[in-house]
């Protein structure tokens, strides 16, 4: 069986398209053109946007966490 990454992030992006409001994410798009989802260039964006974003990259093959982590991380 193939894994179909296109089919998975696409999914994902549909999902984030229908929460757009609360992810703070815009949409825009012409019908039959391609659609962008700005996730915080433009926008407010957030933690959320942000996981969402890193969730279609990985194509549903992997999950994204928050985790708390010290003030000085990496210092």
Avoid: W
């Amino acid at each position: 069986m193939a894994i179909a990454l296109n089919d998975n992030a696409v999914a994902i992006c549909r999902k984030v398209i229908e929460q757009a409001e609360r992810l703070r994410v815009a949409v825009h798009g012409a019908t039959g053109g391609p659609t962008t989802i700005d996730c915080g260039v433009s926008v407010a964006g957030g933690l959320e946007a942000g996981r969402a974003l890193a969730e279609v990259c990985l194509a549903g093959l992997g999950r994204v966490d928050f985790v708390p982590a010290p003030a000085a991380f990496g210092a």
